[in-house]
């Protein structure tokens, strides 16, 4: 019994029964009995609480956190919708059912909208069992799912921390290391130079080795240095005129496109809103290696733009030797190859970066291919929002600029 309430207790039957911890908020004392009887008579073990006013129900939330709350809708000196003020100022999620003498269609709709679990009128109480267990298995539900979602929320977290001690790691490691393995490359090169001829033909091949190995780390932790900072010393984003980026990649790879006789073509593309830098990094990459990973023919490289939804597709398609698909997903994993580097020069870094590059600008990368017939490597972008400063997008047309070198 609480202090400001009456206690009503319905007797165990032998039939296990469903125990409930209710809280009545009722003025009428043969009407609380009778709730907690209909309840008793389909299955509920009920131990109720019964008050009439706000300080006796915070008093009862405080001190036995009832499973559920029905409310008379009209008392003498509260309302049962105060009841969900009360909960909500509590932090509280306990269904409240109204269980009313006489709630009209529209006040009813209105109570649920405001957050009344459900009502239940007292000359119908026979609902009233059901409704309490359809409303204690929404909330079970409601607990379920936040659970799940503190869980994700946690572990993307715990993910988002790993990740940047792990980016901090990898920079800061690749960055120190360059100077000690500076002095060992510098040392290795000269005892190669002094001693040469003056030592025996063992030591010439080994001081050979360890130079070359120590050139062949620095490449690598000078990639790795690159890979690690994507995204720590990104220049400010600005809008980007993806056909004057092209031209500019398609220069600077002139030399290999006139070696192969690559004929390079594209379709207008748009602005983005990104790191100038960093778009014109893809595009070297992308267009490098399917000037690189060429087969017999004369590489056919073709770069189209399409809009899906809020972003723009790029596709750069190539005829070369293609890429199995088992392959698909680590080639864009930091140092992946498929290949000797006698084969095909390269350090495996290039397509992890444009990966790092397109997931952070919230887009992403993918390879479609089959080995022997060529590949498409396709990536989104988000298409610039126009309420942002000034980009000039212009949707790809038919037009086809054609780039032979
Ligand atoms: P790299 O070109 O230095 O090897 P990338 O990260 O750019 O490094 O590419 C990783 C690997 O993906 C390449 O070694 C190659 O095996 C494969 N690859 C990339 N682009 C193509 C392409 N256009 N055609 C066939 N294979 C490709």
Same mark, same amino acid.
């Given at each position: 019994m609480s202090s400001t309430g009456t206690k009503l207790e319905a007797v165990n039957s032998a039939q296990p029964k469903l125990k409930l911890r209710a809280l009545l908020v009722e003025d009428n004392a043969l009407d609380a009995a009778l709730v907690v009887r209909a309840l008793f008579k389909d299955g509920f073990d009920v131990s109720a609480d019964v008050v009439q006013d706000e300080a006796g129900f915070t008093k009862a939330i405080h001190a036995k956190c009832p499973e559920i709350v029905l409310a008379d809708y009209n008392l003498p000196t509260w309302k049962g919708m105060e009841v969900l003020k009360a909960l909500r100022r509590e932090g509280l999620d306990i269904p409240m059912i109204l269980v009313s003498g006489a709630l009209g269609d529209v006040t009813a709709v209105e109570c649920i909208k405001q957050g009344a679990t459900d009502y239940v009128l007292k000359d119908g109480l026979a609902r009233l069992p059901e409704v309490v267990r359809r409303a204690l298995r929404e909330k079970n539900e409601r607990?379920? +799912?936040r659970q799940v979602e503190e869980n994700l929320? +946690?572990?993307a977290d715990e993910l988002a921390r790993s990740n940047a001690d792990l980016e901090?790691?990898?920079y800061v490691a690749s960055h120190d290391l360059q100077e000690p393995l500076r002095m060992v490359a510098a040392y290795t090169q000269l005892l190669g130079e002094r001693y040469k001829g003056k030592l025996d033909a063992d030591a010439d091949k080994f001081i050979g080795y360890a130079t070359e190995g120590a050139t062949r780390m620095q490449v690598l932790i000078q990639d790795l240095l690159a890979f690690s900072r994507v995204g720590r010393n990104t220049g400010s984003s600005e809008s980007i005129d993806c056909n004057a980026a092209m031209k500019d990649v398609l220069q600077t790879l002139a030399g290999a496109i006139q070696e192969s006789g690559a004929v390079v073509t594209h379709g207008e593309l748009p602005a983005l809103w990104a790191d100038r830098t960093q778009i014109t990094q893809i595009f070297q990459n992308l267009v490098g290696n399917a000037l690189k990973f060429r087969g017999n023919n004369p590489p056919l490289i073709s770069i189209q733009v399409e809009k899906t939804g809020q972003h723009w597709q790029f596709s750069v398609s190539d005829n070369g030797i293609g890429i199995a698909p088992e392959h698909a997903d680590n080639i864009f994993v930091v140092f992946q190859r498929l290949h000797a580097r006698t084969e095909y020069p390269g350090n495996g870094i290039g397509l992890a970066i444009c990966k790092k590059i397109v997931e952070r600008a919230g887009g992403r990368i993918w390879v479609e291919s089959q080995a022997g017939s060529?590949?498409?490597?396709?990536?989104?972008?988000?298409?610039h929002n126009a309420d942002e400063?000034?980009?000039d997008q212009h949707a790809p047309d038919e037009k086809e600029n054609e780039a032979k070198l």
């Open positions: 607990s379920l +799912r929320a +946690r572990k901090q790691f990898a060529g590949s498409t490597f396709k990536f989104t972008m988000p298409i400063p000034a980009p």
